[in-house]
Nanobody, 121 residues
Framework: QVQLVESGGGLVQPGGSLRLSCAAS????????MAWYRQAPGEQRELVAV???????TYADPVKGRFTISRDNAKNTVYLQMNSLKPEDTAVYYC???????????????WGQGTQVTVSS
């Protein structure tokens, strides 16, 4: 079994900051790309940021310059530092990871349960 557990969401005022964490646990051989997605009410889930196994990063245009994705491979954890938050950043944020459970297994896609981020005064 593999689990992704997110933490760090909450309520913050516009212009504020939050740091999300997502830890992968269970039977893990290797983790390839890790990513953060978000889904606002009535909207489709959208990609926020991706980080590869060698820490190459890609960001969605709306968050460039404000969000930073990073990872700690020793802890199987990915982070999302969110600065200068705006009301339009309000959404449920989901962690995603491509994980291989053994050297003989293919990579599979895993999702966390989501954490709510609300930006409001």
């Amino acid at each position: 079994q593999v689990q992704l557990v997110e933490s760090g969401g909450g309520l913050v005022q516009p212009g504020g900051s939050l740091r999300l964490s997502c830890a992968a646990s269970g039977t893990i051989w290797s983790i390839n790309a890790m990513a953060w997605y978000r889904q606002a009410p009535g909207e489709q889930r959208e990609l926020v940021a991706v980080i590869t196994s060698v820490s190459t990063t890609t960001y969605a245009d709306p968050v460039k310059g404000r969000f930073t994705i990073s990872r700690d491979n020793a802890k199987n954890t990915v982070y999302l530092q969110m600065n200068s938050l705006k009301p339009e950043d309000t959404a449920v944020y989901y962690c995603n990871a491509d994980i291989r459970r053994s050297r003989f297994d293919r990579t599979r896609d895993y999702w966390g349960q989501g954490t709510q981020v609300t930006v409001s005064s």
